[in-house]
């Protein structure tokens, strides 16, 4: 299938489209590769060696692998070397150095048995991502999955396989036995749908929209109940108070939380609620600050926003748009595609005022360089707005206000809430959604629990 550059439009190079078979035989593969014990069968310290050995080929690779990932799939060199292989290095490191810290228990049963809990890789596991940050959100897939015995075939998106191929292939370079990871890259529809569909995959592991997801469950629903969890999509509010310690700085990181990789990010802000007495002067430096952004070449590295991944992914965004300002909304700034000349996918930094809640600009995940800006009065209100849509994966709170900061952390209801910053957490803290922004956790020790089976052993003495 042709690999179009969203920077041009050009083709970049074309790649395998994976067929049913290809799936099959790839799942097979890895199956074997998980049953014979080529790699839970390891000593731990042996897997750990071979992953440190990966993490630091794919750090000594950087700047090649988000070159090609950035040809690939749009987002801002800056951004990409930081969050992709730095990021895929850093997570894959974190997992290789916690695996051997796994225990199991001793349960602390009667005299006369012995119960012995252990913690056993699940299997075979699916991995299906999509083109945001397929080596950050890859990696956050295959540095646990790996770290605790399983086998993976992973599956990249169409429009973002390319960086993700080498990724797999330094891991071969690294020592990975082969078959422990394999990758299928071609469309959802055949290659996911396939993993999907299999009896022999044991947990599928997913980011990306929920439509998938709902397909994904029915899918285990039908084949072999395998565990299915969902990292999906977001409309996360940013809440600004009145009393955030530097209205200034809360302007400047709300901007860089919409639109910095032009909005594509699971966690993006894309709903400011504003606080009434401070809106109209916060409009107006969040105006200021989208007009001055950089938007152009990802590859220049003064860009701060780069392209859209694809043409429909564009056009789907100013669909959004046009269905705003026929419903009279205001269309601040933005609301247009930009640098066409190029060939490439750009589109201005957008705000929109006058929004209702139940707009699709307000309900639903836009996923490109787009913020609704709402006003509120109370706390109270700011708390109906936030959670008066059926996603619920972050959310950022700007205030001094300690209680009212720890209150509101309580109520929003979100699996990330950002205090006086928005996004940048770290790999020691989970992240994960609440109702349609999906269900179990990337990141942290947590993302293990998904991979590791609890087994008892029933001892009579
Ligand atoms: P998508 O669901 O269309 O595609 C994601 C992946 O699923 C791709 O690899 C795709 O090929 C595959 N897929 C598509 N149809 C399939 C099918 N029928 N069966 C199996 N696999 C199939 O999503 P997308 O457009 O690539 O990604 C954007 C979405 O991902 C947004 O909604 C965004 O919010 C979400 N996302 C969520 C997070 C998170 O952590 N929660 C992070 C990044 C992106």
Same mark, same amino acid.
């Given at each position: 299938m042709p690999v179009l550059s %969203? $920077?041009? /439009? &050009?083709?970049?190079t074309v790649m395998a489209r994976g067929t049913a078979q290809d799936s099959a035989r790839a799942i097979a593969g890895t199956r074997r590769a998980f049953d014979d014990g080529r790699w839970s069968g390891l000593a731990p310290s042996q897997r750990k060696a071979i992953l440190l050995t990966w993490a630091d080929m794919i750090d000594a690779h950087a700047l090649e692998l988000a070159v090609l990932g950035v040809r690939d799939n749009g987002t801002e060199i800056g951004m990409a070397l930081k969050a992709e292989p730095g990021s895929a290095a850093a997570t894959i490191r974190y997992y290789a150095e916690a695996l051997d810290k796994i225990y199991g228990e001793i349960a602390p049963t009667a005299p006369g048995a012995l119960g012995l809990v252990h913690k056993a890789p699940v299997g075979v596991v699916g991995a299906i991502v999509p083109w945001n940050f397929p080596l950050m959100i890859g990696a956050w897939k295959l540095g646990p999955a790996l770290a605790a015995g399983c086998t993976v075939v992973l599956k990249p998106a169409e429009t973002a396989s390319l960086s993700l191929l080498w990724l797999a292939e330094l891991g071969l370079q690294a020592g990975?036995? %082969? @078959? *422990?990871l394999n990758v299928v890259c071609g469309e959802g529809a055949v290659v996911g749908a396939a993993i999907a569909e299999s009896r022999d995959v044991d947990v599928l592991v997913f980011t990306g929209s929920g439509a998938t997801g709902r397909r994904l469950l029915q899918a285990s629903a039908q084949s072999n109940l395998k565990r299915v969890y969902l990292e999906l999509g977001g409309k996360s509010p940013n809440i600004v108070f009145a009393? =955030? %310690?530097?209205l200034d700085e809360a302007v400047a990181v709300s901007a860089a939380g919409i639109f910095r990789n032009s909005g594509q990010v699971c966690i993006a802000g894309s709903r400011l609620l504003v606080e009434r007495s401070i809106h109209d002067a916060f409009v107006e430096k969040l105006k200021a600050r989208a007009e001055a952004m950089v938007v152009g070449d990802p590859l220049d590295p003064a860009t701060q926003a780069g392209a859209i991944n694809s043409e429909q992914q564009l056009a789907r965004n100013l669909a959004f748009i046009d269905e705003a300002r026929a419903a @009279?909304? !205001? $269309? +601040?700034c933005g609301g247009t595609r930009i640098l066409a000349e190029t060939g490439g996918y750009y589109m201005a930094p957008t705000i929109v005022t /006058? *929004? =209702?809640? &139940?707009?699709r600009i307000v309900q !639903?995940? +836009?996923? @490109? %360089?787009v913020v609704t800006v709402q006003a509120f009065d109370t706390e109270e209100e700011a708390i109906a707005l936030a959670n008066g849509t059926e996603f619920g994966l972050a959310a950022g709170l700007w205030t001094s206000n300690l209680s009212r900061a720890h209150r509101m952390i309580g109520r929003l209801r979100a699996g990330v809430v950002h205090v006086n910053t928005y996004g940048g957490a770290d790999m020691t803290v989970p992240l994960g959604g609440v109702g349609q922004s999906g269900n179990g956790h990337d990141k942290s020790l947590h993302a293990f629990d998904k991979f590791l089976d609890l087994k008892t052993a029933w001892i009579k003495l």
């Open positions: %969203p $920077i041009d /439009g &050009s083709c970049l990975l036995p %082969p @078959g *422990v009393d =955030a %310690p530097d @009279g909304r !205001d $269309i +601040v /006058g *929004v =209702a809640q &139940s707009d !639903d995940e +836009v996923f @490109g %360089p």
